[in-house]
């Protein structure tokens, strides 16, 4: 199973960017789908963003054109250009990989983003 560890959330003002990155070990990181979710206390997680092994990408509608999702497979990283930032963006954000097999599925442990002036 792939351990992943985030880092880059913190604190920013409204309209400011931050990038998100998530660190995959193990090996074969190009057989995992790759995404961000987030949760708010008292919601679910929520998808915002998921880049495919082959590249392909969604994208959450409220953040589409101001996040971008990204991997770079010679480093097992995947991150998350966070651009144009609400307060209601404010949230615990979760990286994820799901095997594209077996569909099993690892978390990180969270990087809370908080936009607040």
């Known amino acids: 199973q792939v351990q992943l560890v985030e880092s880059g959330g913190g604190l920013v003002q409204p309209g400011g960017s931050l990038r998100l990155s998530c660190a995959a070990s193990?090996?074969?990181?190009?057989?995992?789908?790759m995404g961000w979710y987030r949760q708010t206390p008292g919601k679910q997680r929520e998808l915002v963003a998921a880049i495919s092994s082959g590249g392909s990408i969604d994208y959450a509608d409220s953040v589409k054109g101001r996040f971008t999702i990204s991997r770079d497979g010679a480093k097992n990283t995947v991150s998350l250009q966070m651009n144009s930032l609400k307060p209601e963006d404010t949230a615990v954000y979760y990286c994820n990989a799901r095997h594209i097999f077996t569909g099993s599925m690892s978390w990180g442990q969270g990087t809370q983003v908080t936009v607040s002036s």
């Open positions: 193990g090996s074969y990181f190009n057989i995992y789908a």
